[in-house]
């Protein structure tokens, strides 16, 4: 383990009904402070939050021994941040930190689409965003429901329009930081603030095509730009990590965004769910917990059967030293098909309120074969022949071979 993350206490383990089923993990105070640099954008100010709620950078520090220096800024893009990593204070406190914390991306992806969504409002006074796809569209002048689809349309397309540049750029932050290969680095996954609305359900089927029409590409995005290269990224490198904001935020915009006031940053609600994100991927990791993000479940299985399959196929295996070894949970050395299967019976047995304990499965030692007379023809080389010299013994145990033979 590398010598700052090191100094990680172990992650506290509870139960629902035992002590081997996961609670949100929690690191106890240590006798030196864990030093946490922070970069990003406004989700990690607390940009928007109301007066005396907490952003998930003060969650964290209210919950351990924690040295934070956040140098996160409202409206930070990916090219705010990486050209922020040439400035010296910012080098200084990488160099001297335990974690690194990085949320940044959502402002990329999302800036133009606020811009064109707040037109959209003011054109027709919309008191929130939502009203574009549940007001009474006789009101303002629709005939049909489809007459939506365009206006979803341009915000769609103002969604793309800083993709490429996005991607350049979160690869380079991420190159940059590699000069701290010490330093256990947090990537947050960006969400997609547009994942959905309240009333979605609600929604006729054409108003949904609408509201498809801007969501879906917005995650498409969002994963080809950020998600899917820091995922395939944490796998080649030892010393980092995903917070997976994106998939504990999918469905739930509405509670966890600010989106019907079309403000890109987390509420409160969203910050508590960032705080636990990010305190289990700073924890020591948990054995069957093979994407580290705190959980274990059935992406940690399919991650495995991933793994020994490309492996057995002689294309190399998928996942790095440190992830075979939350993966070996039978602990014989090797990650294969049953590795995946106790992974998968955990995590059934803790999703109905059940205890499931992993089961070591040594592999087994070949008896050693001892051929006593090597020089004797016929034998059986899997017999030990105790009296090489006594004819016809090759299928008997003497143990005395001066005394009489007993058949």
């Known amino acids: 383990m590398m010598k700052k993350i090191s100094r990680f206490v172990a992650c506290l383990l509870t139960a629902v009904s035992s002590a081997n089923l996961l609670q949100m993990p929690v690191l106890t105070n240590a006798e030196e402070a864990v030093k946490i640099v922070v970069l990003g ?39 705010d941040l990486l050209d922020s990593l040439d400035d010296a204070q910012i080098q200084q406190a990488l160099s001297n930190a335990d ?31 939502t009203d574009v796809f549940t007001a009474n569209i006789e009101d303002y002048g629709f005939e049909d429901e489809m007459e939506l689809v365009p206006y979803a349309n341009q915000m769609a397309d103002d969604v793309k329009a800083n993709r490429t540049e996005a991607a350049a750029n979160i690869q380079a932050i991420t190159a940059k930081l590699e000069a701290y290969p010490d330093t256990k680095i947090v990537y947050q996954t960006v969400y997609n603030l547009l994942d959905n609305i309240e009333m979605y359900d609600t929604l006729t089927a054409k108003r949904k095509m609408a509201y498809n029409s801007i969501m879906n590409p917005t995650g498409t995005v969002l994963n080809g730009c950020y998600n899917d290269y820091l995922a395939g990224y944490v796998r080649q490198h030892e010393n980092a990590v995903i917070a997976d904001v994106y998939t504990a935020f999918a469905g739930n915009a509405w509670q966890y965004t600010n989106l019907y006031d079309l403000e890109v940053n987390p509420s409160a609600a969203g910050h508590q769910v960032i705080a636990d994100l990010v305190l289990q991927a700073m924890a020591e990791p948990i054995l069957g917990d093979v994407d580290g993000d705190g959980r274990i479940d059935a992406s940690d299985a399919s991650a495995v059967l991933v793994h020994a399959a490309n492996f057995g196929s002689g294309l190399g295996g998928t996942l790095t030293e440190s992830q075979q070894k939350m993966a070996d949970v039978d602990e014989n050395g090797i990650v294969d098909s049953q590795d995946a299967a106790q992974i998968r019976s955990y995590a059934a047995a803790f999703g109905s309120g059940q205890h499931y304990e992993f089961i070591k499965n040594t592999p087994s030692v070949e008896p050693e074969i001892i051929d006593a007379d090597p020089d004797q023809p016929g034998e059986d080389p899997g017999i030990v022949d105790a009296d090489p010299y006594l004819p016809g013994t090759s299928q008997i145990t003497d143990a005395d071979p001066f005394a009489p033979v007993t058949l």
Not at 59 to 68: E, M, R
Request: glycine residues 8%; aromatic residues 12%.
């Open 41 to 79: 954008d406004g989700i990690s100010t607390g940009a928007q939050l109301p007066d005396g709620e907490k952003s998930y950078i003060e969650l964290i520090q209210a919950s351990g021994n924690y040295q934070i220096q956040n140098f996160a800024q409202d409206n930070f893009t990916t090219a």
């Open 99 to 129: 974690v690194i914390l990085v949320s940044v991306g959502i402002h990329d992806i999302m800036d133009q689409f606020l811009v064109t969504a707040h037109g959209f409002m003011e054109e027709f006074s919309f008191t929130q965003f």
